[in-house]
């Protein structure tokens, strides 16, 4: 719903004190720049709130330029929740992805 986000991606990861928080992967139109970033999530966030309720509020938004996909366009969001976990070991068979590249590079930009 928020006119700057072509394609997201939300996954579960562990969290300190709610014991599961909201991870989101967020391609937009335009890439946000460092200054803009903030300004863009905090819009993405009071979207969210607008939208479905203050409760859905992703806990961490990571800006992306693509979403691991199969060739027939699954996401899979077993390789997003690994590595909103931290743990990037062993994210299993990457060779079926469409762009096995953005892998790396969403783990470069991990939170």
């Not at 863009?40 to 996909?69: C, E, H, M, N, Y």
Request: charged residues 25%.
């Amino acid at each position: 719903m928020h006119t700057g986000v072509v394609e997201s991606a939300v996954v579960g990861y562990p969290h300190d004190i709610k014991g599961q928080g909201i991870y989101a992967y967020v391609i937009t139109d335009q890439m946000p720049a460092d200054h803009d970033a903030d300004l863009t999530k905090r819009d993405i966030l009071a979207t969210v709130s607008r939208v479905i309720g203050p409760i859905a509020k992703p806990d961490k938004i990571q800006f992306v330029t693509g979403l691991p996909k199969t060739r027939s366009g699954k996401i899979m969001r077993r390789i997003l929740r690994k590595i909103a976990e931290g743990d990037t070991r062993n994210l299993g068979d990457t060779s079926t992805l469409l762009d096995p590249a953005v892998v790396d590079e969403i783990k470069a930009g991990a939170i």
